[in-house]
């Protein structure tokens, strides 16, 4: 009787230190080991990245407002053993060579990692503005894919790309849908719902991992991030802090940025007063004229002023804009003044990676005598 027992205890003990050998093979095997590397993101707060030297995991948080969950993606070099319990959405090799995006606000990052060539199409071409890609377009190198909300997925299968970068304002896409049961996978990029402008730029990072390019995107941010601050710097130095409106009508209704937008940010650190600065929200407040004449009548700039490249347009669309200071003293500053060659706005697509030239633009305009001759890239004065 004793001999079995001990028999019974010695199959036990072999049993446990069985299990227990299996159990930590399978913990060392579920993806659950630190990242060599911590990617320091310093303002965007929608993304993180891990990198664990031969494959990255990059998480997206906010793919759009109000998303329900979080993305994960999983990039990966070539040959490389992927711990068997990883849990992820979608799984790419890297470097890619053919890319398609889905924003014009990814095309900045592109360029700025000498990776444009990778991008093979685009929904709705006409809207891309910059020069370096437009030569692309025009030598037939980056194919036309429709509109975003119904891309061509006959000619973007033809494309064969690695990865499209998806942009959504919610969950309901069925051409991503579609484009994923081909087998081509679509990642999200949510940089449009940071809440900052170096938020905003500092999603070059998830371009460089696309890319194997992370250091190189570092470096790029950074850069930016220095420029932003010695603007916001210089700004503090002026002498005068000038009252701001922005926004513009549309129908019925103004339609401004609340105060703790990132639009509202830019003219914060540009050192001016924006006339709505104590209002907070998502989206942009919906206001009628005669509140914002109330409110802004004798505010010193108005910036943003919509589609009106003139103030004979301006004026034209309403008279009562004449009320306003700012368009008495042609103080009046719009964005789609500088366009590419087929149409597309360039602050649209390049602003949001270069918030350090959005910035320097306003800067420029409230405080003239910090910037000299500097050139404005984006803002500019509205024509007689």
């Known amino acids: ?21 299996k159990n930590e093979q399978k913990d060392k095997n579920n993806g659950s080991e630190e ?10 707060t929608n993304f993180s990245i891990s990198d664990f030297g031969d494959y990255y995991i990059l998480k997206i948080e906010t793919a759009w407002p109000d998303a329900e969950k979080a993305f994960t993606y999983l990039l990966t070099k070539e040959n490389t053993e992927i711990p068997s319990g990883l849990d992820y959405d979608k799984k790419v090799q890297i470097p890619i060579e053919k890319m398609v995006v889905t924003s014009t606000t990814h095309i900045p990052a592109l360029e700025a990692l000498n990776e444009e060539n990778s991008l093979k199409g685009f929904p709705g071409l006409d809207y891309i503005s910059s020069e370096k890609t437009r030569k692309l377009i025009n030598s037939g190198k980056i194919k036309e894919l429709g509109k975003n ?30 484009i994923q ?3 081509i996978p679509v990642m999200y990029n949510g940089d449009w719902t940071e ?35 010695e603007a916001k710097e210089l ?13 513009a009508m549309f129908k019925d209704q103004w339609y401004l940025p609340h105060g703790n937008s990132w639009q509202a940010q830019f003219i914060k650190d540009a050192n001016a007063n924006y006339v709505y600065a104590d209002t907070q929200g998502n989206g942009s407040m919906a206001l009628s004229f005669e509140n914002v004449l109330d409110k802004a009548q004798d505010a010193d700039y108005w910036i943003s002023a919509g589609q009106y490249t003139s103030y004979t347009q301006l ?13 008495q003293n042609k103080n009046v500053y719009s ?28 800067v420029s305009i409230f405080h003239p005598e910090l910037l000299g001759n500097y050139e404005n890239r984006f803002f500019k004065a509205l024509e007689e």
Not at 11 to 19: A, D, E, G
């Open 1 to 21: 009787m004793k001999i079995k027992t001990l028999k019974a205890l010695n199959l036990l003990l072999l049993f446990l230190v069985f299990s227990a050998c």
């Open 35 to 44: 990242p060599q590397d911590s990617v320091e993101l310093k303002h965007a």
């Open 149 to 178: 909300e119904n891309i061509n997925t006959e000619v973007l299968i033809d494309l064969d790309p690695e990865v499209v970068i998806g942009f959504a304002i919610d969950g309901n896409n069925k051409t991503f849908e579609t």
């Open 181 to 183: 049961k081909t087998g």
């Open 195 to 229: 809440k900052t402008p170096l938020g905003k730029a500092e999603w070059i990072k998830f371009f460089g991992v696309f890319y194997d390019k992370l250091d190189e995107a570092e470096k790029i941010f950074n850069k930016i991030e220095t420029d932003y601050t």
């Open 235 to 247: 700004a503090k130095s002026a002498a005068e802090t000038p009252k701001v409106l922005s926004g």
């Open 315 to 327: 004026l034209k669309e309403s008279q009562h804009y004449e009320q306003f200071e700012a368009v």
């Open 335 to 362: 964005v789609s003044l500088t366009k590419g060659e087929t149409g597309g706005v360039l602050y649209f697509e390049l602003g949001p990676q270069r918030p350090d030239l959005v910035l320097k633009d306003l």
